[in-house]
């Protein structure tokens, strides 16, 4: 990496660090460390509610799922909306009428502290998984394309946000991610019209358009009913609203979020504007993957976009089959510059043979993956332990390849920040669970303010050590941003449910709640394990389940409770 990238890249995660640690570390209350003393505006809400979500992992995974598989991973988001809605309507008012830190105080006055400690922890497992995965998944990347140590990277970005977050609490958070926002919306818009720019001079944004659309990409919406697709219209809908009504209601990492507003209506608007927002963010993340696809129908890639796949069959009886597809890919690709030439520069009234240009384009591009899917096999043969499944590593591959100086630096930023802007929620989250749910709940002795906020300061640590950790014995998934989702979709529904059953069931008492969740968590955890439904639909299940298991335990219980 060019000296002039370094520079950008230090100068913006160092300010971004100072001006956080600078301007909150005088915390004198745990109201002030937990709550950032209930001063954050409602468009700071909506930007940090945002920023915990887009975590680095938003970033690099999302621009290459388009890429492979085109436009129809935004039906993920549908359900986003409705979700910020329905709590705006039921979960903030309770949380803020309460004057509560955790999400989870409430669930002791309406059922026990067994039920409250149970959900906490069901929520402690999942985000600590995630914080981890959130500084793994830019390290892991950055490691393999600029050949930086793993290690190394895990920690640094780790102690980055440790520094801020542990000084400044909730309101070094929000500070932060206002900040980090702006640099990743001025990165992404940028490295979009970059890469429109880069496109043939004859080839226009409609004409790029026009050529994914040919190619499979702009199918966003798929209303068909098949259980086996895994975002579809329905699934999107039904499953993303139920996980989003349970990460943004009961996910402490969110929920801190809006209760550092100064008013209801405050956390309110932000919650609202995030959901509105949020959307087209996504479509737009998309949209830029899909463009990358374009980019590289006219000019040369890499079999496997991971560096690790060709340097693993470098010097091996494997290389020369490897070069050999890779020479046949690049002659593909010349074909396929050629096709979607001719198929742009096509007037619509010659439909025939625009027709016939559009299927050349189909088979040149259904020939593209076989041969990306023969390298794979190849680079399996040679090392077996190396990642072939190249989506994280689309658009870093572009930055470092066609940016031009001082940009890949800025985009570089981008990255770290989304990671940084993530595992600080997560980090603080942490703490306020842990130091209100589960240290202050049950500590024997009667402590004054300063003991807990410095209790809220080493837990803070101690979380931000155990992400490093778990950040630096993980391993590459499928798709990163597929991982984090996964994982919350094990825990959320159950947690969701708990949450509905306390809001509206009323009858339903903490025994029947507490047995319902246990039981259900481990249903949820066996259903994925054996991979019968997709992972959207888990949300649902657990919802319904404990709801159900609920209410017939308690219907078959005797009357006291």
Not at 99 to 103: E, L
Not at 200 to 228: Q, R, V, W, Y
């Given at each position: 990496m060019h000296y002039l990238d370094l520079i950008v890249l230090l100068a913006t995660l160092s300010f971004i660090v100072i001006f956080g640690y600078y301007n909150t570390r005088k915390n004198t209350s745990v109201n002030d460390y937990l709550k950032g003393g209930n001063e954050a505006r409602w468009w700071t809400v909506g930007l940090s509610v945002m920023a915990t979500q887009a975590s680095a992992i938003t970033f690099l995974s999302t621009p290459g799922q388009a890429f492979h598989s085109g436009m129809g991973f935004v039906q993920f988001y549908i359900g986003l909306p409705i979700a910020m809605i329905i709590i705006c309507m039921v979960f903030v008012p309770i949380y803020h009428r309460l004057?509560?830190?955790?999400?989870y105080e409430y669930l002791e006055s309406r059922f026990d502290l067994k039920t409250r400690t149970l959900t906490a922890l069901l929520f402690l497992i999942q985000r600590g998984l995630a914080a981890g995965i959130t500084i793994f998944a830019p390290a892991i990347v950055l490691s393999a394309v600029l050949g930086w140590n793993l290690v190394s990277l895990n920690i640094i970005i780790g102690i980055l946000v440790i520094v801020y977050t542990v000084s400044g609490g909730t309101k070094a958070v929000?500070?932060?991610?206002?900040?980090?926002m702006a640099v990743i919306f001025i990165g992404m818009i940028t490295a979009f019209?970059?890469?429109?720019?880069?496109?043939?001079?004859?080839?226009?944004?409609?004409?790029?358009?026009?050529?994914?659309?040919?190619?499979?990409?702009?199918?966003?919406?798929?209303?068909?009913?098949?259980?086996?697709n895994r975002y579809t219209f329905w699934s999107g809908i039904i499953g993303g609203t139920f996980l989003a009504l349970s990460y943004f209601g009961t996910d402490q990492s969110q929920v801190q979020r809006y209760l550092s507003a100064s008013s209801l209506k405050q956390s309110q608007m932000g919650l609202i504007f995030n959901g509105f927002l949020k959307v087209p963010m996504q479509f737009f993340i998309l949209l830029l993957g899909v463009m990358l696809f374009v980019f590289y129908q006219f000019n040369n890639s890499p079999l496997n976009f991971n560096p690790a796949a060709k340097n693993a069959v470098e010097n091996t009886s494997y290389e020369k089959e490897y070069n050999q597809l890779q020479n046949q890919l690049e002659k593909n690709r010349q074909k396929k510059s050629t096709a979607a030439l001719n198929f742009a520069q096509t007037p619509a009234s010659q439909f025939d043979k625009k027709k016939a240009y559009k299927n050349e384009l189909q088979q040149l591009n259904q020939r593209e993956v076989e041969l990306r899917e023969k390298g794979n096999e190849v680079v399996n043969q040679a090392n077996k332990t190396i990642e072939t499944n190249d989506k994280d590593y689309v658009f870093i591959?572009?930055?470092?390849?066609?940016?031009?100086?001082g940009l890949i630096g800025l985009l570089l930023a981008v990255i770290l920040s989304a990671a940084m802007s993530s595992t600080a929620s997560e980090l603080n989250a942490l703490a306020s669970t842990t130091v209100i749910d589960l240290y202050k709940r049950n500590v024997s002795e009667e402590k004054n303010d300063a003991h807990f906020l410095k209790a809220s300061k080493l837990f803070t640590l101690m979380w931000g050590v155990l992400a490093i950790l778990f950040a630096c014995t993980a391993n590459l998934f499928d798709n990163l941003i597929q991982v984090v989702n996964?994982?919350?979709?094990?825990f959320y529904g159950n947690v969701l449910g708990i949450f509905l059953l306390a809001f509206f069931i009323k009858f339903v008492k903490?025994?029947?709640?507490?047995?319902?969740?246990?039981?259900?968590?481990?249903?949820?955890?066996?259903?994925?394990?054996?991979?019968?439904?997709?992972?959207?639909?888990?949300?649902?299940?657990?919802?319904?389940?404990?709801?159900?298991?609920?209410?017939?335990?308690?219907?078959?219980?005797?009357?006291?409770?």
């Open positions: 004057k509560v830190y955790t999400a929000s500070i932060t991610q206002k900040q980090q019209f970059l890469i429109t720019s880069y496109l043939p001079e004859n080839i226009t944004f409609s004409n790029a358009i026009e050529i994914a659309d040919a190619s499979g990409k702009m199918e966003i919406l798929d209303f068909s009913f098949d259980f086996d591959h572009f930055i470092l390849n066609n940016l031009p100086r996964i994982i919350g979709s094990i903490s025994n029947a709640t507490f047995i319902a969740a246990c039981i259900t968590q481990a249903i949820v955890v066996t259903v994925w394990w054996l991979d019968i439904m997709p992972y959207l639909w888990l949300n649902l299940l657990g919802c319904a389940l404990v709801m159900a298991l609920a209410i017939t335990f308690q219907l078959t219980s005797p009357k006291k409770d």
